[in-house]
C-alpha cells in the first residue's frame, strides 16, 4: 500500500495541526497504522498507533494532547495535535503494517515556533 503524508506546516507553540495519511487502497485489513517522528539529530519515535479495530495508543509526550483516528470509507489515518510545543518540531511519517508487510510514506515537516 502507498501511503501520502500531508498536514504539516509552521505554527506557533500552543497551536494545532491536523495531519493526514492517506493510503492508494483500502485499509480495513491494515492491522496496525501509526505515525512516527523524527527530530533534526534525533533517532525517529513512535508516536502513536492505531489498530484496524480502532484501539489508539499515544506516547506518553504526546497523550492529552494528539489523538490518531481512522476513516475507513476515505481510506485515511489522522494525527490530530493540539497544545503544541517547540519539542513536537520534526518530519512526521505515516506507517502500515499487514500481514507482516510494512509500508512507509514521505514525511511531512511540523515546525512550532516558540
Known amino acids: 500500500v502507498q501511503l501520502q503524508a500531508s498536514g504539516g506546516g509552521l505554527v506557533q507553540a500552543g497551536g494545532s495541526l491536523r495531519l493526514s495519511c492517506a493510503a492508494s487502497?483500502?485499509?480495513?485489513?491494515?492491522?496496525?497504522m501509526a505515525w512516527y517522528r523524527q527530530a533534526p539529530g534525533k533517532q525517529r519515535e513512535l508516536v502513536a498507533t492505531i489498530t484496524s479495530g480502532g484501539k489508539a495508543n499515544h506516547v506518553d509526550s504526546v497523550k492529552g494532547r494528539f489523538t490518531i483516528s481512522r476513516d475507513n470509507a476515505k481510506n485515511t489515518v489522522y494525527l490530530q495535535m493540539n497544545s503544541l510545543k517547540p519539542e513536537d518540531t520534526a518530519v512526521y511519517s505515516c506507517y502500515a503494517t499487514r500481514n507482516g508487510v510494512d509500508s512507509w510514506g514521505q514525511g511531512t515537516q511540523v515546525t512550532v515556533s516558540s
Open positions: 487502497e483500502s485499509i480495513f485489513s491494515i492491522n496496525v
